[in-house]
């Protein structure tokens, strides 16, 4: 096995990666990016669009399905058709596809350049479009007064969904009486009922993120669209702080299992929810440092940001407490809050210090040593006999992945106003998000892929049978299909050509996992599984990039080996360029070998910057040259005015 020293503030912890002959196994991460969104594709409720390649007019299988939403019992008698279907079932449910439309944008704006260097960066903004497009519909009464707002939070019932329907959702019945196929209830958050915060605040935080990638340059840029997101986020988020009971801190939610009179968790009528929340403190905290993040997008400092100053009162009570954000999924969002608020610099330098104390605190949880492992009887998280960090019976991958997300995230060098990271625990913490993906990839002992349509090399495995109705049946609708499909022999009909890219649950903690239909622990697929994971992929593409282009390996990266190379400075300061060439005379003259410590930023917001360079490379090597000779970039720029 190989084994890396994690340094400084992680203190000295020891991991262990793939094994040998698997570590030697290289993935290609762009490539395997431009897979994930086709799964998000797959998921698609109401009108699918032709551009979806999961649609009947792209040669798929999927068409218009459940047109009726919003009309069933508790209805607002308005369109909610659309959106996403949460897993292998055909809810809409608004908590856990509030965090995956937040992650996901989150990992396109991190790792810009890696997702137009890859040819997806059109492709995600055209599918977070879509999903937040719906996310404003089921914000069915708007207001600038917080308490008149309605959001829906979920569509579908449970019991009913999980029950009686195993088929096509376009040849689901539509309507019915509780307990038929067809019931469909739509189930509204208003502020009488004074819970839903963290439904709300997932909705807005959605919202805010998907507001930045429609105002960067491509395709389906649209400053309009972008302006009526924020907007609503922001009314959103107004409204979520009627449903807490109070402030921020006089309604602290603690993790339990026991109902509490101030609890403001949302639930439907019967309590048979599927995805329980136990805060809404985290989701107040990531929407709070969205709405961070686009106002100093519009061009107010953080010092001076309204939204900056909510987002630390919002961030304050999870100071000092590790347990609360040491693991990042559907419940628990706060430190990713950290992150970005780091990534912002919002607040002081004692600030700065609580989101790289949480950022550890997440990174010392997962990044465990080799000798913890779950053959010995360790808790979770505990190494598997194959290398995989094990969290969790359920979604094991997912948790792992974005784990991941927020070590990639975290070795950006100076990205945000964070403190200065050891350029050793910067590739630590790459090498250790490395090796867990591409356990998820098939370098593991098994040879077994955990991606649906994803093998790389004849000899490995992937899921062909995962537990998910809609590929479970023939492409062909003159053929039925019922719940003796979940049985069926052979692969699911549509998940070769069509589903591929979904990241199924996972292996159990010795490695085992069996491509079996009727497992819904380690065999379904899910929204929020594929988020970090797919934001951990850019991450690791833009590393890879990096190595590459400075003519190094992984293995000597990894062993700090690589000469002049720091990583984290291209994926930090190349991001948010525009073209190909411009990212290649960022990434290559003026990031890393070139460019001080300290000037580094001039690469992108000059050298990068379409205003002053136009798409022409030969003018963007002039102003590179321009930084990297010289203490002032901003000196630069006045030379270079287009």
């Known amino acids: 096995m190989v084994a890396v020293q994690l340094l400084a503030s992680l203190a000295l912890l020891v991991i262990t990666l793939p094994s040998e002959i698997d570590a030697q196994m290289s993935h290609n991460y762009a490539s395997v990016l431009g897979l994930s969104y086709r799964f998000y594709e797959a998921q698609m409720s109401g009108n699918v669009p032709s551009w979806s390649r999961a649609s009947q007019a792209a040669g798929g299988w999927r068409n218009k399905s459940h047109a009726l939403d919003g009309t069933g019992p508790g209805g607002v008698n308005l369109d909610l058709s659309g959106g996403w279907y949460d897993a292998g079932d055909h809810l809409k449910l608004h908590l856990p596809l509030g965090v995956s439309v937040s992650l996901l944008s989150y990992g396109a704006l991190t790792f810009e350049a890696a997702y137009r260097a890859a ?4 492709i995600a903004v055209r599918n977070l479009d879509w999903a937040a497009s719906y996310i404003a519909k089921c914000h069915t009464q708007a207001s600038d007064t917080p308490a008149d707002n309605k959001f829906v939070a979920q569509i579908g019932d449970v019991a009913t969904d999980h029950n009686t329907w195993w088929g096509r959702p376009e040849q689901q019945p539509e309507g019915g009486a509780q307990g038929s196929a067809g019931y469909r209830p739509v189930y509204v958050i208003t502020s009488s009922s004074g819970k839903g915060a963290d439904i709300v605040a997932e909705a807005a935080a959605s919202l805010a993120s998907v507001s930045l990638l429609l105002k960067r340059p491509g395709t389906y840029s649209n400053t309009t669209k972008a302006a009526a ?7 959103l988020f107004e409204f979520a702080k009627t449903l807490t009971g109070g402030t921020h801190t006089d ?3 603690v993790h339990t299992s026991v109902a509490e009179p101030n609890m403001r968790r949302w ?3 019967d309590n048979n929810g599927a995805y329980g929340s136990s805060s809404w403190n985290d989701d107040m905290a990531w ?7 686009a106002s100093v997008d519009e061009g107010v400092t953080p010092t001076n940001s309204a939204a900056c100053a909510a987002a630390l009162a919002y961030w304050k009570p999870f100071v000092g407490n590790a347990w609360e954000v040491q693991d990042v999924n559907w419940d628990r969002m706060a430190g990713m809050a950290a992150v970005l608020l780091r990534d912002v610099g919002a607040g002081t330098a004692t600030d700065v210090a609580t989101y790289n104390t949480a950022i550890n605190a997440v990174l010392s949880r997962w990044m465990e040593p080799g000798t913890r492992t779950c053959s010995s009887g360790a808790a979770p998280p505990c190494y598997t006999s194959g290398g995989l960090v094990w969290g969790s019976e359920w979604g094991s991958c997912r948790h792992t992945a974005n784990a991941a997300l927020v070590a990639l995230a975290a070795a950006r060098g100076d990205a945000g106003a964070g403190l200065e990271v050891a350029y050793s625990t910067r590739v630590n913490r790459n090498c250790w998000a490395r090796s867990q993906v591409d356990y998820m990839l098939g370098s593991n002992p098994q040879s077994q892929s955990y991606v649906v349509g994803y093998k790389p090399t ?3 495995k992937a899921p062909e049978k995962p537990h998910h ?3 479970s049946c023939a492409t062909n609708y003159a053929t039925p299909c019922d719940w003796n499909a979940l049985d069926a022999p052979g692969p699911n009909p549509s998940v070769l050509l069509y589903c591929m890219g979904a990241l199924v649950g996972g292996p159990d903690r010795y490695d085992a996992y069996t491509d079996n239909r009727r497992d819904y622990v380690k065999n379904e697929v899910a929204l929020d599984f594929n988020a970090g994971y797919t934001g951990a992929l850019a991450g690791l593409a833009a590393v890879d990039a990096a190595i590459k282009a400075a003519g190094c390996t992984w293995t000597s990266y990894c062993a700090l080996t690589c000469t002049g190379l720091d990583a984290g400075k291209c994926t930090n300061s190349c991001s948010g360029i525009a073209t190909a060439a411009l990212q290649t005379v960022c990434m290559g003259t003026c990031v890393p070998n070139s460019a001080a410590k300290g000037t580094d930023w001039g690469c992108n917001q000059y050298c990068g910057a379409s205003s002053l360079v136009g798409t022409d490379p030969a003018r963007a090597q002039q102003c590179a040259a321009c930084v990297a000779g010289w203490s002032n ?5 006045n030379c270079i005015g287009v």
């Open 229 to 235: 997101f924020l907007a609503r986020a922001k009314q």
């Open 469 to 471: 109705r809609s590929s």
């Open 119 to 122: 040819g997806q960066w059109d």
């Open 633 to 637: 970039p901003w000196d630069c720029q």
């Open 267 to 269: 639930a439907p009528p």
């Open 251 to 253: 309604r602290r939610l």
């Open 287 to 293: 929407a709070a440092a969205w709405l961070c993040r």
């Open 458 to 460: 004849t000899s490995h």
